[in-house]
């Protein structure tokens, strides 16, 4: 056979086996009956076009197809998408269904072995039980101390740019307290970035370009497994974002391998409440489950997730208090209240109960949106029936055992029938109707809710608590403030707008963040 009729027959059989695979996608799939634009059936590229080359947009995309095809629709070859809110506690549902994960979608991380990622539901179970008691709400009450303290530098940090006139990147101060949590919570220690000059942005770019690649690994994933075997010089010589990433990687390795070598010593006894780690070595897990390997990538995730979400919803819930007076004031009047006197925060559990400051809260939840992207469970023994509620058809759609079913919380949380003016910032909305706690989902909800939640919230009612009982703005002041907080360029569109997905919400590429001059009373 010659060169020519050798390419040429390939070419004919790759051409025959496309075709044959586009058949069976459109007839034969075992999701073949739900609606959707045929691309998207056929290929996975559809999907990376909107993410990949347009960065980001297939959310956005997906709420056009809803309006399009109705509220249940195929997004890709295997995956179906649902947008009805009610939907969302079948999906996402307790311990006593079995939900597994789709690891086309776990696989874009590179840490198949952490908790976050783990496939299977039996597997994740066990490995989620180790971790709950050290994110339960009584433990992370307990830590109000180390969170009070992280916020009080902050604090301090506001003395300093008061005085020197100059303006403050606030998001990037509110990562860097984030983070300096989360590091001390899971590593017993952290890189004190809070007392940066610039409140060292390196980590959280670098997180920000790591989510962002997601869209990429997830369609590649042997890109990400490429980047993991380089050496970090490479690695940091090919994006120079990735520097402190591949720093954080090399520290939570060290340190666990610490933990490992002294974990029946002195040390370890006096030092065992101060890590996860620590009980996680001394429990009934086997040892397959107590490998550096594994551990290390549930401290990555434990950082990199403590850190941008939480950030995203403080800056959120800053930047909308200060362009809305009457919303400040009534926090500020409830915050004057609850804490007289600065020096002394009442305990975490107090602050919970503060109706406005916790609608305020939600409400930054809600717009923030720490996780962006939507999340699929799967069913891998029984099917799961979705009937059409809507004016479309009123059918029921059978989705077969071991079928991805997504829902998006963004697209959740900006529903009309649900959210009036849903992109205003309105905390009141929480008060007038307690029942939209149930669509309230921004930690997602079921065996596989984030486990980090609890420590979310306490760092979001200690640090706002803390800032706006001590800072007011222009508009709004009392006796005893410390201080002003007024807004420096930032612009809603160009710096707060949630414009694309990188699993973490994207604004603009010109964004410069929430940035603020500190002034004198």
């Known amino acids: 056979m010659s060169q020519a009729n050798l390419i040429l027959g390939s070419a004919l059989a790759a051409l025959l086996y496309f075709a044959c695979l586009a058949i069976y996608r459109l007839y034969f799939s075992p999701v073949a009956h739900i609606p ?36 249940i629709i195929r997004i890709n070859p295997e995956e179906v998408h649902v947008a009805d809110p009610d939907f969302y506690d079948i999906v996402f549902t307790g311990a006593s269904q079995k ?15 952490s908790a976050f990622a783990t496939v299977k539901h039996d597997v994740h179970r066990m490995r989620r039980a180790a971790l709950n008691p050290f994110f339960s709400k009584a433990k992370v ?28 990147t606030l998001s990037l101060a509110y990562a860097a307290l984030t983070n300096d949590v989360a590091e001390m919570y899971a590593l017993g220690r952290n890189d004190n970035r809070i007392e940066a000059k610039d409140f060292d942005p390196s980590f959280h770019d670098a997180s920000v370009a790591g989510s962002t690649m997601g869209h990429l690994t997830k369609q590649m994933p042997w890109i990400l497994h490429l980047m993991q075997v380089l ?38 006894k006096a030092a065992a409440h101060q890590t996860i780690f620590h009980e996680i070595l001394n429990s009934n897990l086997p040892d397959s489950e107590k490998s550096p390997s594994r551990l290390w990538q549930d401290g990555q995730v434990t950082v990199i997730a403590g850190t941008l979400t939480t950030a995203s919803a403080l800056s959120y819930a800053t930047y909308s208090l200060l362009t809305q007076p009457q919303t400040l ?37 809600r717009l923030s949106n720490g996780v962006s992207s939507r999340l699929q469970r799967i069913d891998p ?24 079913i997504s829902l998006t919380g963004m697209l959740i949380h900006t529903d009309p029938n649900y959210f009036q003016e849903p992109f205003a910032f309105r905390p009141e909305r929480w008060l007038e109707n307690p029942g939209l706690e149930k669509y309230l989902v921004p930690f997602g909800r079921g065996s596989r809710q984030c486990i980090g939640m609890e420590l979310a919230y306490a760092e979001l009612y200690i640090t706002l608590a803390l800032v706006f009982r001590c800072y007011g703005s222009a508009d709004v002041q009392m006796d005893g ?19 694309g997905d990188g699993i973490t919400p994207l604004n603009r590429k010109e964004s410069k963040g929430l940035r603020v001059r500190v002034k004198d009373v």
């Open 329 to 365: 004031k009534h926090l500020r009047d409830e915050l004057r209240d609850a804490i007289p006197n600065v020096d002394r925060l009442p305990p975490l559990a107090s602050l919970e109960q503060l109706p406005y400051l916790r609608s305020c809260i939600k409400e930054s939840l």
């Open 36 to 71: 959707g634009p045929i691309l998207a059936k056929i290929t996975f590229w559809y999907e990376f076009y909107y993410d990949v080359v347009l960065t980001g947009q297939y959310t956005f995309k997906i709420r056009q197809l809803h309006d399009q095809y109705g509220p």
């Open 481 to 499: 403030d410390r201080g002003l907080l007024e807004l420096y360029d930032t612009q809603f569109e160009r710096d707060i707008e949630i414009v």
């Open 99 to 113: 939900r597994d994960k789709w690891a086309w979608f776990c696989d874009q991380f590179g840490i198949p072995d």
């Open 381 to 404: 023994d029984k099917p799961i029936y979705f009937t059409d509620q809507t004016k479309h058809n009123g059918k029921t759609y059978i989705l077969p055992p071991g079928t991805p």
């Open 231 to 268: 050496p970090d010089s490479v690695a940091v010589m090919m994006d120079p974002n990735m520097a402190s990433y591949v720093k954080l990687q090399r520290d939570i390795k060290a340190q666990i391998q610490v933990i490992q070598s002294n974990r029946n010593s002195d040390m370890y």
């Open 141 to 168: 009450r307990s830590l109000q101390p180390l969170i009070q303290q992280v916020a009080q530098q902050l604090l301090s940090r506001f003395e300093e740019f008061k005085h020197d006139a100059e303006h403050m």
